[in-house]
């Protein structure tokens, strides 16, 4: 049983930063591989990023690699999402998702995942 809890968006300029948290509730956090997938208006739900329950492997969309960063800290139950020089197409609603069964290098479906946050709002602005 996880409850995520996505905080940090806001609205920043093109060039700018944001750093997302995620919190998770459970003793089990570290079991879990977590990931970020976000969802533009009139879009797909797309895959972002994500990170083993070690930290020891990262995995990015290519539309934002270089850009953003996932990493995760077990002992706080959180995972993050730095992100920098911000592109108005970086718009979306952002959630964080959890999953214990997916077996690594399926991340990028979202299908596989078990938790969801309830998201939270990046807007870039021109």
């Known amino acids: 049983q996880v409850q995520l809890v996505e905080s940090g968006g806001g609205l920043v300029q093109a060039g700018g930063s944001l750093r997302l948290s995620c919190a998770a509730s459970?003793?089990?956090?570290?079991?879990?591989?977590m990931s970020w997938f976000r969802q533009a208006p009139g879009k797909e739900r797309e895959f972002v990023a994500a990170v083993t329950w070690s930290g020891g492997s990262t995995y990015y969309a290519d539309s934002v690699k270089g850009r953003f960063t996932i990493s995760r800290d077990n002992a706080k139950n959180t995972v993050y999402l730095q992100m920098n020089s911000l592109k108005p197409e970086d718009t979306a609603v952002y959630y964080c998702?959890?999953?214990?069964?997916?077996?690594?290098?399926?991340?990028?479906?979202?299908?596989?995942?078990?938790?969801w946050g309830q998201g939270t709002q990046v807007t870039v602005s021109s």
């Open positions: 998702a959890a999953s214990r069964g997916l077996t690594w290098g399926t991340q990028s479906r979202d299908f596989e995942y078990e938790y």
């Open positions: 459970g003793r089990t956090f570290s079991s879990y591989i």
